[in-house]
T-cell receptor
Framework: NAGVTQTPKFQVLKTGQSMTLQCAQD?????MYWYRQDPGMGLRLIYY???????DKGEVPNGYNVSRLNKREFSLRLESAAPSQTSVYFC????????????FGPGTRLLVL | EDKVVQSPLSLVVHEGDTVTLNCSYE??????LLWYKQEKKAPTFLFML????IEKKSGRLSSILDKKELFSILNITATQTGDSAVYLC???????????FGTGTRLKVLA
């Protein structure tokens, strides 16, 4: 089992460019999450998907869109990148309601110039 | 608005010391509090706490929850350099899939 995988590991964008961060899990988990982590800010929830076919906004959704493509995959899209979106992005998954452990991917480091 | 506050923000100790990390929370319809350890990359799960006064223990790490005073502590005894990391706590409320994370405590253990 690979667990939670993310691609790419690192990306540099220019302001205004778009890109999609990919996340996949092979643990048959129902819920998936996208977080961003900035220095001194902890992890902040961008979007989450409680189950296949549903997505909901988290604390900081502006400037992002998501797609829960199937049970395994949950992608995060930046339509027009801004320097304020420079961050480390983590994807996570969780099995079932009542099972609290989130499993995190290795992260994507994004730099927007 | 729900929030989780951790203290101290950072801590430097020597090997063998005992440390206590604090996490206070205000979470609507509180369900659980979780502790994670984050070294260079992804956070890894340590403990989940749902009931007051019941200590969770794993080796030199232990944690306890006080639902009356709305806080949790994470204790690390006989610290080692491998304990150097950022320790995160997160709170979750009933009926929600969302977790609110604190900003973390950065622990550095010197040899």
């Amino acid at each position: 089992n690979a667990g939670v995988t993310q691609t790419p590991k690192f990306q540099v964008l220019k302001t205004g460019q778009s890109m999609t961060l990919q996340c996949a899990q092979d643990m048959n988990h129902n819920s998936m999450y996208w977080y961003r982590q900035d220095p001194g800010m902890g992890l902040r929830l961008i979007y989450y998907s409680a189950s296949e076919g549903t997505t909901d906004k988290g604390e900081v959704p502006n400037g992002y869109n998501v797609s829960r493509l199937n049970k395994r995959e949950f992608s995060l899209r930046l339509e027009s990148a801004a320097p304020s979106q420079t961050s480390v992005y983590f994807c996570a998954s969780r099995a079932l309601q009542g099972q609290e452990t989130q499993y995190f991917g290795p992260g994507t480091r994004l730099l927007v110039l | 608005e729900d929030k989780v506050v951790q203290s101290p923000l950072s801590l430097v100790v020597h090997e063998g010391d005992t440390v206590t990390l604090n996490c206070s929370y205000e979470v609507t319809n509180f369900r659980s509090l979780l502790w994670y350890k984050q070294e260079k990359k992804a956070p890894t799960f340590l403990f989940m706490l749902t009931s007051s006064g019941i200590e969770k223990k794993s080796g030199r790490l232990s944690s306890i929850l006080d639902k009356k005073e709305l806080f949790s502590i994470l204790n690390i005894t006989a610290t080692q350099t491998g304990d150097s990391a950022v320790y995160l706590c997160a709170g979750a409320g009933s009926g929600t899939y969302k977790y609110i994370f604190g900003t973390g405590t950065r622990l550095k253990v010197l040899a």
